[in-house]
């Protein structure tokens, strides 16, 4: 187990210099110059020489990955050209932001997508197998701005009962920053009103980042719970006369869990690059936001910065799942 | 030696669809399969519908001169009517137009895409298969990195430094839409290497080029395609994804998520004018889905719904 930890956690290293290597190219594929870009077209030549030298951009391309990687040893991801801002400190501000609406996502879809996905193997029929595959296919199939857009529209206008964006109305004292999460700050301040208006903001931007999700679950689920109910011992348990909820949720439940456990650990990361669509649509302020409008501005630091660290977070992710499988099925042995 | 006599009687066409026998067998056997699941047909439907909205839509949209970006100030945001039946845009421009043209782009995107992701992804996928050691290495250890940022936030990053255009979308999509390929033909090229007919090949004398792409690839066809079925809907919506934050395509040609980034800011007051484009790329990857699924239920015995 320690072995395979070991093994696991440094075959990281290489893919995540790898990855360094595949964002310092592609950024440098840019045919814009930013530093043109920034300076002006009024600049004078040493302006924009000493421009270039202050970002290092004046260096051999060898020589700024060195620096680059130097700078990632000590944490430092660079400085954002156009505001002058560090990067770090940036995704420090941006990141809970959306680590809190993806968590956000991924429980309500596991909330719901596990009990619906064994309803629908359960109740096993042709119309309802219909109904599910389509809308497990319809919600796949929706383009995740376009959802946002149509819950905007009805729950935020015609209904008007939810926010049509922020994460917090700016007219309004936040609760003190403990762990970046706004509805655990507000928690833990005991501050219900901050909490009950943190919700709202956030359940929204949640459902439409969750759907797709969802729907695989939904899919998973099913599937594994048919396998999984054709098993020897569901038939033992069965004819031993154990009720048919103990039989699910004891037996069933655990040994199809594993699927949806992959489901979560691949769509973590999916969800973390899809909050750039629902953010912007939301206005919600983490790094998908944040990398879109240094997009716009041809700001590549930044949008390096948001690439490694959502490499980063879904390698750990599925380092994490893979752990887990051992403890929903004991023969998964680790070696 | 009856095969080369049954040349000679038969003509190279019956020879040829005797040969095949058991091929077409299975095919019609598939169809068949394909056929039961209503589903699956009104994917087809739906697929073959947009195609042909695509291909013949110049020759018989109503504002025709819209699509190339006319202005047409007076005529701003009409709602639905029957001169306009999507309304129009903040330039007066046909909506019911400016969608049924951007079915050509959406499905030049998906096709070119999954034409060059399929490319890069078997060739690479059969060279690491089949050879192995260092050389299987160093193009999986290469496919992992690319597997590990999630596609979406990879294309954009790719897109918004190529510049945009609708070339540089296909590029940075088709970049990082091969690794999945690869490692499925890895996968099933390493398995079967060892196969009899394979064994056979090789000691008849057979070049490993000829082994490779006469004796394998035929046999591993149908993962493929079944991916790409799936994948298709999956391209399109990830270049309206990159259309949408702006490093897609650029104004005014008709993308649907260019379209729908425009409209945002114009809802709830003109409602009409990014429904439609959110329809239709709902439409298309519903359709293309469908259709993959059924495809997977015929093809790939294995997967289960």
Redesign the interface.
């Known amino acids: 187990m320690v072995y395979y930890l070991l093994r696991r956690v440094l075959f990281i290293i290489?893919?995540l210099f790898?990855?360094t290597l595949?964002?310092f190219t592609?950024?440098?594929?840019?045919?814009?110059d930013p530093v043109m870009l920034v300076a002006g077209p009024q600049a004078t030549k040493e302006e924009i020489a000493a421009l270039a030298a202050e970002f290092g951009v004046d260096q051999p391309l060898p020589t700024q990955y060195v620096r680059y990687m130097a700078g990632l040893l000590r944490g430092d991801l660079g400085r954002s050209i156009m505001t002058r801002r560090q990067v770090a400190d940036d995704l420090r501000l941006f990141f809970p932001a959306t680590l809190e609406l993806v968590l956000a996502a991924v429980s309500i879809a596991v909330l719901l997508g596990v009990p619906l996905g064994i309803f629908s193997a359960v109740a096993r029929d042709r119309a309802p197998d219909?109904l599910i595959?389509?809308f497990s296919?319809?919600s796949?199939?929706?383009?995740?701005?376009?959802l946002a857009?149509?819950l905007?529209?009805v729950f935020g206008?015609?209904l008007g009962i939810l926010p049509l964006g922020g994460r917090f109305p700016t007219l309004q004292t936040p609760p003190p920053t403990v762990t970046g999460f706004l509805t655990l700050d507000a928690a833990l301040a005991r501050d219900w009103g901050a909490l009950v208006t943190a919700l709202r903001h956030l359940t929204l931007p949640a459902f439409a980042l969750s759907l797709s999700m969802l729907a695989t679950i939904i899919?998973m689920m099913r599937?594994s719970v048919?396998?999984v109910l054709q098993q020897d011992y569901v038939l033992t348990a069965r004819a031993l006369g154990l009720p048919q909820p103990l039989i699910l949720f004891k037996y069933v439940l655990k040994n199809a869990f594993i699927s949806t456990l992959t489901v979560i650990g691949l769509y973590f990361?999916?969800l973390?690059?899809?909050s750039?669509?629902v953010e912007?649509?939301f206005d919600w302020p983490g790094i998908g936001l944040y990398?879109?409008n240094s997009?716009?501005a041809?700001d590549?630091q930044p949008?390096?910065g948001?690439?490694l660290l959502?490499?980063i977070m879904?390698?750990v992710t599925n380092l994490i799942v893979d752990l887990l499988y051992g403890l929903f099925d004991p023969r998964i042995r680790y070696t | 030696m009856t095969a080369t006599s049954a040349v000679t009687s038969m003509g190279p066409l019956a020879h040829w669809r005797e040969r095949n026998q058991s091929r077409f067998e299975n095919w019609r056997r598939g169809f068949y399969r394909f056929r039961q699941s209503?589903?699956s047909l009104v994917g087809l439907g739906i697929t073959l519908f947009i195609f042909l909205v695509a291909v013949t839509g110049p020759l018989w949209v109503p504002y025709p001169e819209d699509a190339a970006g006319a202005v047409h100030v007076k005529e701003r945001f009409q709602p639905p009517t029957l001169a306009h039946p999507f309304g129009t845009d903040e330039l007066g421009r046909d909506i019911f137009t400016l969608v049924v043209i951007g079915a050509r782009v959406s499905l030049a995107v998906g096709v070119i895409v999954l034409l060059s992701a399929v490319t890069i992804g078997v060739l690479l996928g059969a060279i690491a298969g089949f050879f192995g050691g260092l050389v299987n290495e160093v193009i999986m250890?290469?496919t992992?990195?690319?597997l590990?940022?999630?596609?979406?936030?990879?294309a954009?990053?790719?897109a918004?430094?190529?510049?945009p255009s609708v070339l540089n979308m296909m590029l940075a999509i088709s970049l990082v839409w091969w690794p999945g390929y690869c490692r499925l033909v890895q996968a099933e090229v390493a398995s079967r290497k060892q196969d009899l007919y394979v064994q056979a090949a090789r000691a008849a004398g057979a070049s490993q080029r000829r082994i490779i792409f006469t004796h394998i690839l035929p046999n591993i066809t149908s993962p493929i395609i079944v991916k790409a079925s799936l994948d298709m809907?999956f391209a399109i919506?990830t270049a309206?994804?990159l259309g949408?934050?702006?490093?897609g395509a650029r104004p005014p040609t008709p993308e649907w998520?260019l379209m729908?980034?425009a409209a945002?800011s114009y809802?709830?007051q003109y409602?009409w004018y990014?429904i439609f484009p959110?329809l239709a790329?709902?439409l298309t990857?519903?359709g293309f889905?469908?259709l993959g699924?059924g495809l997977r239920d015929v093809l790939d015995p294995r997967a289960?719904?």
């Open positions: 290489p893919v790898g990855l595949l964002t592609i950024s440098h594929l840019v045919p814009g219909n595959r389509i296919l319809g796949i199939s929706t383009p995740r701005f376009f857009l149509l905007q529209i206008i015609i899919r599937a048919l396998e990361g999916w973390l690059g899809g750039v669509l912007t649509v990398a879109t997009i716009i041809l590549f949008i390096m948001v690439t959502i490499g879904f390698v | 209503t589903l250890r290469l992992d990195i690319f590990t940022v999630p596609s979406l936030i990879l954009i990053a790719v918004a430094a190529l510049g809907g919506l309206a994804a949408f934050v702006g490093v998520g729908f980034s945002r809802v709830p409602w990014p959110g790329l709902f990857v519903f889905n469908l699924d289960k719904r």
